[in-house]
């Protein structure tokens, strides 16, 4: 097989204080990967700036004219890591064989691409990074999504545990996620769903190297309920199991009522009454509420509006400046 030309897509949000140290790792990656012969020598690392308020685009330019490996997608406001992330993929694909997609922060082992490749060059088409040690997370991170996982895999979905966007696509996968047009994204989701074969590369999970997370609390839990109700229609599911018991339990609540009364029992009720006034009413404003989130999806999906907007590509500047001229 002919060395194949590597794309390393990272997406960026405010990450000037890891940049310079991002671009020095994977610089030394690829540059080591073309030394033995494991990669094509134009092989490169794609910045995708997510709209940063801070440095991080002209720290990119800069790198891009002093680095031959750097290259960067301005994108013209923040889309999300999501979207982002596919930016820099659709993007990348194009002139790749294969792309291995990474975080900015150097939490995931910029040593374990290596793996990637050689397990590409065994012929697989996607290879998922795998976190072993999870201990530089904090206790509840890691519960959470370690629930998370449990959850998503009982409502029958597939997806890989302890696996974030660490991982490497060949072309052709690239090019057949590229047909699936959700306006949803949770790419961690999808990928499993095209099937191609894939394999697992084991790494440990380390702090990150400077910077703090993009990723709050409110934005995880956002992000794990987009997940759910986009891959699973199963809550919605649920609150007919729901409705079906209440049904049950008020049938039984009617003929111990019925019975009291011919027995001439003193049936007051109020309290019972109230409760179950109120109860019901939580229940069907859940329900609700839960339906209307799943119309809210179809709706965005409708509505297909574009998931990012470039603003700005820098590649190949000696080819552009020599035909600028
Ligand atoms: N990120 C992004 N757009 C956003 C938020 C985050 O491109 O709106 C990038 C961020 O720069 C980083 C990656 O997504 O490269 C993961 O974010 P982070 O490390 O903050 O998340 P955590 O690891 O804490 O879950
Ligand atoms: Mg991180």
């Known amino acids: 097989m002919s060395k194949p030309i590597l794309t390393i897509v990272v997406p960026c949000y405010n990450e000037e ?69 596919l930016a820099g993929l659709l993007q990348a694909k194009e002139y790749s064989d294969c792309v291995v997609s990474i975080d900015a922060d150097l939490q995931d082992d910029t040593s374990v691409i290596r793996e990637f490749i050689k397990k590409f060059h065994e012929g697989y088409d996607i290879v998922y990074g795998i976190r072993q040690d999870r201990s530089a997370d904090t ?40 047909k699936f047009q959700e306006v949803n994204l ?10 191609f074969p894939s394999t697992q590369v084991y790494y440990d999970r380390k702090e990150r190297f400077a910077g703090e997370s993009k990723y709050p609390l409110r934005k995880m839990l956002a992000f794990a309920f987009d997940g759910i109700t986009s891959f699973s229609v199963t809550p919605i599911r649920l609150v007919t199991v729901m409705g079906f018991m209440l049904f049950a339990l008020s049938v039984v609540a009617a003929i111990y009522a019925i019975v009291g009364k011919l027995l001439g029992a003193n049936v007051t009720g109020w309290t019972s ?53």
């Open 17 to 85: 204080e890891v940049l310079p140290e991002t671009v020095f790792q994977l610089s030394e990656v690829l540059d080591s990967l073309i030394t033995d012969q494991l990669i094509a020598p134009n092989s490169t690392v794609l910045f995708v700036d997510d709209g940063s308020k801070d440095a991080t685009w002209s720290l990119i330019e800069r790198f891009h004219l002093a680095n031959s490996f750097i290259t960067g997608l301005k994108l013209a406001k923040n889309a999300g890591h999501q979207s982002a992330l």
């Open 139 to 178: 206790l509840f991170k890691r519960a959470t999504a370690q629930g998370f996982y449990k959850l998503m895999t009982s409502l029958g979905v597939k997806i890989h545990y302890n696996h974030a966007d660490f991982r490497l696509m060949s072309k052709r996968t690239l090019d057949n996620l590229e």
């Open 186 to 195: 949770f790419l961690r989701g999808l990928v499993p769903l095209l099937g």
């Open 273 to 325: 009454l109230i409760l179950s006034v109120w109860f019901i009413g939580g229940v069907q404003l859940l329900a609700i509420g839960l339906i209307g989130e799943y119309i809210g999806k179809i709706y965005k999906e409708v509505k297909q509006r574009p998931l990012f907007v470039i603003e700005k590509e820098l590649r190949e500047h000696t080819l552009a400046d020599e035909t600028a001229n």
